[in-house]
């Protein structure tokens, strides 16, 4: 068992809460027992180290299973060691170290996608991670976070996707106008959610969110600039029926892309 909180061994996972260490190693950091369980179940063969203290192992052996399944095996740590590797202040049970594995924007764009998420500067952990899982939610084929928003394998993005990470392709660092220019010319509308935009209605009615669409989402604070609105084809709002002043980024694009969702499968 892993005893002792200030070891190297230990150090070394706590660093990869740090930009600089993933960047440096090509690993992240894995928490939860909802994390490991989809990482184990989908992509095995990514993990590294595996730690969990007594208890957890106890408690969750279908975890335990699907590591041996994998010919992987848990490390038992006390819980001050697992407190000393994990970003969150109270995690549950268990780390694990992932090697980092976003797609490139070339290999989305020749799968044939019919729903795509384009995120251009979304800064906020929660929001990016939240996205990731809607869009996994709706059964959207790729998500791509432009090389202006917030670090893909931040502890706390892979926290808000629930394991949705490993379910579906991200591609990171690229740039806005490649985007576009590899979305139009696979055959999709780019449209941007803006709130000068058309209302998400009238596409509903004309039929235009039918077609195979990028969704184009943009900074929390600022939302998209006037730049990156013309790239769009379309700038589309979510419409507000109620007296609240503004809508969250990651409730807006939910409601976005599973307008596109419906759409598409009516259509089929």
Not at 167 to 177: K, Q, R, S, W, Y
Not at 241 to 257: F, I, P
Request: hydrophobic share 45%; glycine share 6%; charged share 25%.
């Amino acid at each position: 068992m892993l005893e002792n909180p200030r070891s190297p061994r230990v150090r070394a996972v706590a660093k990869l809460a740090r930009k600089s260490a993933r960047q440096e190693s090509g690993y992240f950091l894995l928490e939860g027992p909802q994390a490991v369980r989809e990482a184990l179940t989908f992509r095995p063969e990514l993990l590294g180290d595996l730690f969990g203290t007594p208890t957890a192992l106890e408690r969750y052996p279908e975890i335990v299973a699907l590591a041996e399944e994998a010919d992987l095996e848990f490390e038992y740590v006390t819980e001050e060691v697992l407190e000393s590797m994990a970003d969150t202040v109270t995690p549950q049970g268990f780390v694990a170290v992932c090697r980092q594995f976003p797609v490139s924007v070339k290999e989305i764009f020749a799968g044939d996608p019919k729903l795509v998420v384009i995120l251009e500067e979304v800064r906020d952990p929660g929001n990016a991670g939240t996205i990731i899982r809607a869009a996994d939610s709706a059964g959207a084929d790729a998500v791509i976070l432009t090389g202006r928003s917030v670090d893909l394998y931040n502890p706390k993005v892979v926290r808000s996707t629930t394991g949705s990470l490993f379910h579906l392709p991200v591609a990171v660092d690229a740039t806005l106008e490649d985007v576009r220019g590899r979305a139009q010319s696979a055959g999709l509308t780019v449209l941007a959610a803006d709130i000068k935009g058309d209302s998400l209605l009238d596409a509903r009615q004309d039929g235009s969110l039918a077609k195979p669409t990028a969704w184009l989402f943009g900074n929390e604070a600022r939302g998209l600039t006037d730049e990156d609105l013309a790239l769009a084809d379309r700038s589309l709002t979510v419409p507000i029926y109620g007296s609240a002043e503004s809508m969250n980024l990651a409730t807006a694009a939910s409601v976005c892309l599973y307008e596109s969702a419906f759409a598409q499968r009516a259509a089929e």
